[in-house]
């Protein structure tokens, strides 16, 4: 395998920081990565997957490893479920376009996320009303100290909003090999009552929709809001959706009669961070080549030479005005490296 010293990792993060890594090298198989990780310091290293999650504000001065381990395989079938694999390096959206092709439903909610399969646990993607922990069955995880490759289930993976014991407890002294899912093969549950997808279903004329009508409402709306990373460098959601106590929704209600919200249990409440950022005056708000998406104030993007400094003072901005404004801290979804 080839090591590269200085390397540019502009082409392999979303938000197109132009940071350096000290030396670079892609990984396609396991044990080569053993053997990598084997002959390389555990504080010596940094493992990089699809880049979508990521705002690079310093150069990386250690071994950046991207993992691009690819296959999906159907690991069993029953008369109702099937469970499915697929490496690390498997590119997310490819992966659920897989599972609509074979009609196993569960992803399809998923459609169109950035990243790969392998971050899908450490942040417990979701959208539109699924998380990933909703169909994981388990993974497989390679221990940094010993070398030795451990499977965890759902459970020990202590699931959260946007949270995973890979991000806790955890982080940094495991690196997630594969994911198993466990999706259905018919009579499939679908999910169109949050955010606009029966409306767009509506649009599209389809009354009794399949996942993969699901999977391209999806798609059309996220298009319609987000910007393409190849067009436009940016991260996806950028902040995390605060959750309040029903106490403190009642005091910004009062104030705020037209402030959206999702009720997450009897006394907490889930507001739309994007919501919050938009009645702060940052919706479309640009400062040198960072600033705010125009369609979605929960986007934040990178023009073209934004360094990650930069953006990430925008989003300590806008933290600073809806803590001012709302008494609400909004906590990055993104990893800060």
Known sequence: ???????????????????????????????????????TSKNDFFILGGGSN?????????????LNLKGISIIEKSEDFVLVEAMAGEVWHEFVQFTLKNNFGGLENLSLIPGNVGTSPMQNIGAYGIEIKDF?????????????IETFYNADCKFGYRESVFKNE????????????????EN???????????????????????????????????????????EIGNSGSFFKNPVITKKEFNVLLEKN?????????????????????????????????????KNQALVLVNYGNATGAEILAVAHQIQAKVDELYNIKIVPEVNII
């Open 1 to 39: 395998m080839e090591i590269l010293k200085n390397h540019s990792l502009k082409s392999f993060n979303t938000f197109g920081i132009d940071a350096k890594a000290r030396e670079f090298t892609i990984v396609e198989q396991i044990d080569p990565l053993i053997d990598l990780i084997g002959r």
């Open 54 to 66: 990521i705002l690079l504000t310093n150069d990386i001065e250690k071994l950046v490893i991207q």
């Open 136 to 148: 994981f069955y388990s993974c497989k995880a390679l221990n940094i100290e010993t070398l030795k």
């Open 170 to 185: 955890l982080k940094g002294k495991y690196i997630i090999l594969s994911v198993q899912f466990k999706l259905t093969k």
């Open 188 to 230: 499939h549950n679908l999910h169109i009552d949050y955010g606009a997808i029966k409306q767009e279903l509506e649009k599209m004329q389809i009354s009794n929709p399949t996942i993969q009508d699901v999977s391209k409402a999806v798609i059309r709306i996220r298009e319609s809001k987000l910007p393409n990373p190849k």
């Open 257 to 293: 009669p037209n402030m959206p919200h999702y009720v997450v249990s009897e006394n907490e409440i889930k507001i739309p961070a994007g919501w919050l950022i938009e009645q702060a005056g940052f919706k479309g708000e640009r400062f040198g080549d960072a600033g705010v998406h």
